[in-house]
Every structure is written in C-alpha cells, then in structure tokens.
C-alpha cells in the first residue's frame, strides 16, 4: 500500500505550544500534501511540498521532506484552540509523473487536541 | 471555500436497498475521487477517474460502482446496501496537471440498518 503512517496517532498540547506531526510512507512520491479534517467532515487542503523540495512554510505552518528516509513533518507554531482537528498526511505516486494526484492516497492521520 | 457537493450529507436506509451517494463540482475538474472513512480512522481510496467515461478502482475492494458521465458529476451506487457499507464516504477532486491540491465535500454518513 502508498498509504502513509503518522505519527503520534494522538497529540494534546495547551494552547500556544508547539505541535509536530511526522509521516512516514513507501515509495517515491509526486508531491505530498497535509490536509486538516474537523469533526468527520471534509477534508481542507493545508500545504504541498513537492518531491524536489525540502521544507516550504505557510502561515503558522511549516512542512519538511526527507525523501532519503520517506517522512515529512508538519510543525504547527503557537498552536489555538481552533487547531484542534484531525490531521492527514496524503502522497501522489509518481509513476505517471505527468498526471499528477493519480491516486492520491491517505495515511491514519494524527488527532490533534489543543487544551485551552 | 470548494465547489464540490455531496448529497444526501446523511442517510439511514434498510438492508438491500439500492442508493445513489451524489457528488457534483463545479470547478471543471478531470479527476474525482470516492473515499470510505470509519470514524476516526484512515481514508480509503475505493474509485477515483481522470475524466468523462473514465473510471478506476482503488485501493479497498469496494462492492460500490461509480460512473462519469458527465464531467462535473461523479455519483457512487450501491445496488443492495448491507450493515458493512455502514460508513463515511467522501467525494474530491482536483485538476488533471500535477502537484495540485485536491477539493472535498462534506462527506455523506450512510448508516445501513
């Protein structure tokens, strides 16, 4: 499977502190992505990093890649209570380089809690 | 905030029963995608498609069929729904050129009794 694992499953911080979440997968890779999921519902997109790329930052995110070890990271700075949410980690394979998302495919996800 | 749709956003139907998850988009989009999601678990890819009359299986065998007909219009049909099928499914998609990002709806909660 392409599916990616995050690490922790679980996270609880008090609000303001630092969160990170890492994510492992198998294969060479297109790009990959980390999406944010509330409460069961749909899926937001956060950021893509593509495989050419080693770190990129986007508000109080920051996402690294490792393609030697297949992890990236995602480091959520001074974390709020609106944080709180289920975080996705999602890899496009690249054996069609051209095609992009061709299966875009999800890990287990980290469940991030922020205590107020 | 994404132009995908997903109705109903829940159902509750009898086993047997044969149902029709909706899922439209009005970005223009060639791929789509259906996902399966248990409660605070991992989603599946179950079908996804690069376009108009395309259609692949993913990677949960699905009992599911799917059909695209339409660019904008990617609906998900079971013929005869079983307490299995008890899940979230989710529809996204996303432009056909690589390393963009994928749109979701809301999710349809099916619950088969």
């Known amino acids: 499977s392409q599916q990616g694992e995050e690490d922790p499953q679980a996270l609880s911080i008090q609000e303001g502190e630092n969160a990170t979440m890492n994510c492992s997968y198998k294969?060479?890779?297109?790009?990959l992505q980390w999406y944010r999921q509330n409460s069961g519902r749909g899926l937001v997109h956060l950021i893509l990093?593509?495989?050419?790329?080693r770190e990129k930052h986007s508000g109080r995110l920051r996402v690294t890649l490792d393609t030697s070890k297949k992890s990236s990271s995602l480091l959520i700075t001074a974390s709020r209570a609106a944080d709180t949410a289920s975080y996705f980690c999602?890899?496009?394979?690249?054996?069609?380089?051209?095609?992009?998302?061709?299966?875009?495919?999800f890990g287990t996800g980290t469940r991030l809690t922020i205590i107020p | 905030e994404a132009d995908i749709y997903q109705t109903p956003r829940y159902l509750v139907i009898g086993t047997g029963k044969k149902i029709t998850l909706e899922c439209s988009q009005t970005?223009?989009?060639?791929?789509m995608y259906w996902y399966q999601q248990d409660p605070g678990m991992e989603l599946h890819l179950i079908h996804y498609?690069?376009?108009?009359?395309?259609?692949e299986k993913g990677d949960l065998s699905s009992e599911s069929t799917v059909s695209r007909i339409r660019t904008e219009h990617f609906p998900l049909t079971l013929e005869s729904a079983r307490p299995s099928h008890t899940s979230q499914y989710l529809c996204?998609?996303?432009?056909?050129?690589?390393?963009?990002?994928?749109?979701f709806g809301q999710g349809t909660r099916l619950t088969v009794v």
């Open positions: 996204a998609s996303s432009e056909f050129a690589g390393n963009t990002e994928a749109f």
């Open positions: 294969t060479s890779i297109n790009n």
């Open positions: 990093i593509r495989s050419n790329e």
């Open positions: 999602a890899t496009d394979f690249i054996e069609r380089p051209n095609f992009g998302n061709e299966k875009l495919t």
């Open positions: 970005m223009g989009h060639d791929k």
């Open positions: 498609s690069y376009g108009v009359n395309s259609t």
